[in-house]
């Protein structure tokens, strides 16, 4: 159900704000939203940036220790040591910042040695200390690249100006060419090298030749990357120390949340906004009244037209299924909490699109395993509750549909399978069922707002024109029907325009509104995905049985036999697994929430420890 909320306006003195926003915060019920007064003040600090460095380096750590798993403990932490200063973190924080920095230092030279051997690898073949390439009182020397395929031109420019000129190795730049003449020849020479598109070479000034210094770099290059692994090294050594580090994280982040509450302020007082849950209101009280004696919080009712965020609160079992409403959206205050209707019927259609003995047994084992290894928080441990709960009527529907495991024994109720038209006749009922209780809330809703004559018109009419349409069917009942089909029918052909202003358009209205039988058809045709995905899940199943069966002729066989066994049921398990979560979800958003269901709530966020790699107890 919605917890209904309190509007609430804290007023403390500064210099107990920072005790006030950490118990708030420890108490997890106060959601503070900006005030209405335009002078604000948002706490200036570097805690962003100290919270950005520290997760960096943490997966900076992570990254050269190995990839935690799924099912790895995270560290208990108590609240008294989680507000403590964490030097020892602070301490691994600064080492590795300074490994990091290292790293990337010694990463830029090597980089910076292999542009220069880029370069030089052209001229390997130059045995001259590259120093001494250059003019002379008796030469001129050009060395650079000119475009691929122009040295028979440079060579006949080369041979009139006589030039002696050598050709290297090829370059992204061009061919590399060096010409040297003497300086007493005057000549356009240089001038006729440039357009044909001949440019500069820049050789690093450093003493020996091409080959030389290729070599050093080298050397040197390797030897970089010696000391980048021998810091690598000792990165991991500080894989013990990793917790520390995810603690100085989430304390950052903790911290983050506090100085990020938006707040107005006087000379010596603070006043904070928020939202509080009704039946909490004393918690936050005496979270408070720990901190300081000197406060003033004040409750009020929501204006007119005020939006306060939506808190849910159900049974344990029914509350896993809010995870399902959330994707599609919170409940506005005011509404039926959907979990509690969307809840069981997803539970059921998810047992009858996979509906096998097995795989319920496997989902249970998996899921179970899953919860006590992983030990999920938040809305992904609703999911996997979710999955888990669903086995059972996994294991309920397989029985009554006689499949364990895609072979068909002793069906209790039909086999899919063998009678696809009973199971076609069955999902469209249970899809007109799930859709008449989505109405029946939406009349439960008009009625208590004393509409009960749309509810006639617009509801009920419909159920009675649907209820009668089916019995059409059935021989016996086939008068009943008709009455009925005819009556529901006529209700909404004389009341769906009731809201036009004129009669012409009450006619059109009415018209209209009862075309609305092929939206509804449709609706209920959707549901023979259920009978799709219990036929593909029994099918598939029994192909992998057939497969296995064929091979197992000989030892060699029996083993084959075995692996196509446990591979196809893992994949056909996995993939009925995913499509049940997505059609059923499906089923659930477009025929049924939109019976009665308007969403668009504000999820409550309040300010809270939300940690992500340490639990804080």
């Given at each position: 159900m919605i917890i209904p909320m309190s509007k609430a306006r804290l007023i403390v003195l500064k210099e107990d704000l920072p005790k006030i926003l950490m118990a708030l915060q420890r108490t997890g019920e106060f959601m503070a939203v900006a005030p209405d007064e335009t002078e604000t003040l948002t706490p200036d600090s570097q805690t962003a940036s100290k919270a950005q460095d520290a997760a960096a380096m943490l997966k900076f750590?992570?990254?050269h220790?190995?990839?935690?798993?799924?099912?790895?403990?995270?560290?208990?932490?108590?609240?008294?040591i989680f507000?403590?200063?964490?030097?020892?973190?602070?301490?691994?924080?600064?080492?590795?910042?300074a490994a990091t920095a290292q790293i990337a230092e010694l990463r830029n030279h090597i980089s910076n040695l292999e542009s220069q051997v880029d370069t030089l690898q052209p001229w390997k073949d130059l045995n001259v200390n590259l120093l001494a390439v250059k003019d002379t009182s008796h030469v001129r020397v050009l060395a650079g690249y000119l475009p691929m395929g122009l040295e028979e031109e440079a060579s006949a420019v080369a041979q009139v100006c006589q030039v002696d000129l050598q050709f290297f190795g090829a370059a992204s730049e061009g061919k590399a060419v060096l010409a040297i003449q003497y300086a007493g020849d005057q000549n356009d020479f240089e001038k006729q090298f440039r357009e044909l598109g001949f440019v500069d070479a820049n050789f690093p000034r450093k003493k020996g030749t091409p080959q030389d210094l290729i070599s050093?770099?080298?050397?040197?290059?390797?030897?970089?990357?010696?000391?980048?692994?021998?810091?690598?090294?000792?990165?991991?050594?500080?894989?013990?120390?990793?917790?520390d580090l995810a603690l100085l994280s989430e304390q950052y982040e903790a911290q983050l949340q506090r100085e990020e509450v938006v707040y107005a302020q006087s000379e010596a007082t603070i006043c904070l906004y928020g939202w509080i849950c009704k039946d909490r209101v004393d918690k936050v009280k005496q979270a408070i009244g720990k901190v300081t004696t000197v406060f003033d919080l004040n409750l009020v009712e929501p204006e007119e037209g005020e939006m306060p965020p939506t808190v849910t609160r159900n049974p344990r079992f029914w509350a896993q299924f809010e995870t399902i409403t959330d994707m599609f959206s919170k409940p506005r205050p005011g509404e039926l909490d959907p979990a509690l209707v969307a809840g069981p019927w997803y539970w059921v259609i998810f047992g009858m699109m996979m509906g096998d003995v097995g795989y319920g047994a496997c989902m249970a084992v998996l899921f179970f395993a899953a919860k006590k290894l992983m030990k999920p928080k938040g809305d992904f441990a609703k999911l996997i509750n979710v999955l888990f709960y669903s086995s059972a009527t996994t294991i309920l529907f397989g029985v009554l549909f006689g499949s364990y495991f895609g072979e068909t024994w002793h069906p209790l109720l039909f086999a899919p399978l063998n009678q696809p038209m009973k199971m076609l006749i069955f999902t469209m009922i249970v899809g007109v069922l799930h859709m008449f209780s989505g109405m029946g809330i939406k009349i439960a809703e008009q009625v208590k707002a004393g509409h009960w004559l749309d509810a006639v018109f617009d509801q009920v009419s419909w159920m009675v024109l649907i209820i009668g349409l089916g019995l059409l069917f059935m021989p016996a009942l086939a008068t009943i029907g008709k009455i009925m089909a005819i009556l529901g029918a006529m209700v909404i052909l004389l009341t769906a325009g009731r809201d036009r202003p004129n009669i012409f358009g009450k006619i059109t209205g009415g018209l209209l509104g009862l075309y609305d039988i092929s939206s509804y058809l449709s609706d209920i045709l959707s549901y023979s995905r259920i009978l799709a995905l219990s036929l593909a899940t029994g099918v598939i199943g029994m192909v992998m049985n057939l497969l296995a069966h064929?091979?197992?002729?000989?030892?060699?066989?029996?083993?084959?036999?075995?692996?196509?066994?446990?591979?196809?049921?893992?994949?056909?398990?996995?993939?009925?697994?995913?499509s049940a979560y997505v059609h059923d979800s499906r089923l659930q958003y477009i025929e049924f929430f939109n019976r009665f269901y308007q969403g668009g709530g504000i999820p409550f966020k309040p300010l809270s420890i939300q940690s992500k790699y340490v639990n804080v107890k």
């Open positions: 750590l992570r990254r220790t190995g990839k935690k798993t799924f099912f790895e403990d995270q560290p208990q932490i108590s609240y008294e507000t403590q200063r964490n030097e020892r973190g602070e301490k691994i924080q600064d080492k590795l910042e050093e770099n080298e050397t040197a290059m390797a030897q970089c990357q010696e000391q980048i692994e021998e810091i690598q090294d000792q990165i991991t050594s500080f894989a013990e120390d990793e917790k064929m091979v197992a002729v000989n030892p060699i066989g029996w083993i084959a036999a075995i692996f196509i066994y446990l591979i196809g049921h893992v994949f056909n398990l996995a993939m009925s697994l995913l």
